[in-house]
């Protein structure tokens, strides 16, 4: 399974596209443009899966650095100081990954 199977091309596109230039990433904003919002928490948790490359059941800070690629193989790395402002936003317990229950879209406001 690939992401253009849970999300639309396009948007990926768009998304990827959005947050090209270094320190750009908001990932409030997105996964917003990425649609997932919208998605059910089922294939949340399949987007979650294909992040997670070494298949531990969390996405690592290592991990982190590399989620745009995730979405689209010619996307850049994410800078030290966005993979660091990402893992904040989804490591619910502070162990320093999140996992699959954290992969709730990390603090999307609850109405948009």
Same mark, same amino acid.
């Not at 294939?43 to 995730?70: M, N, Y």
């Not at 954290?102 to 609850?110: D, F, K, R, T, V």
């Given at each position: 399974?690939?992401?253009?199977?849970?999300?639309?091309?396009?948007?990926?596109?768009?998304?990827?596209?959005a947050f090209a230039?270094?320190?750009?990433?908001?990932?409030?904003?997105?996964?917003?443009?990425?649609?997932?919002?919208?998605?059910?928490?089922?294939?949340?948790?399949?987007?979650?899966?294909?992040? $997670? *490359? !070494?298949?531990? %059941?969390? &996405?690592?800070?290592e991990e982190l650095?590399?989620?745009?690629?995730?979405? =689209? +193989?010619?996307?850049?790395?994410?800078?030290?100081?966005?993979?660091?402002?990402?893992?904040?936003?989804? $490591? *619910? !317990?502070?162990? %320093?990954? &999140?996992?699959?229950?954290?992969?709730?879209i990390p603090s999307?406001?609850? =109405? +948009?």
């Amino acid at each position: 399974m690939s992401m253009a199977d849970l999300l639309n091309a396009e948007d990926i596109k768009k998304a990827v596209g959005a947050f090209a230039a270094t320190d750009s990433f908001d990932h409030k904003r997105f996964f917003q443009m990425l649609g997932l919002k919208k998605k059910s928490p089922d294939d949340v948790r399949k987007v979650f899966h294909i992040l $997670d *490359k !070494d298949k531990s %059941g969390f &996405i690592e800070e290592e991990e982190l650095g590399f989620i745009l690629k995730g979405f =689209s +193989s010619d996307a850049r790395d994410l800078t030290a100081k966005e993979t660091k402002m990402l893992l904040a936003a989804g $490591d *619910k !317990d502070g162990d %320093g990954k &999140i996992g699959a229950e954290g992969m709730e879209i990390p603090s999307l406001p609850a =109405s +948009s």
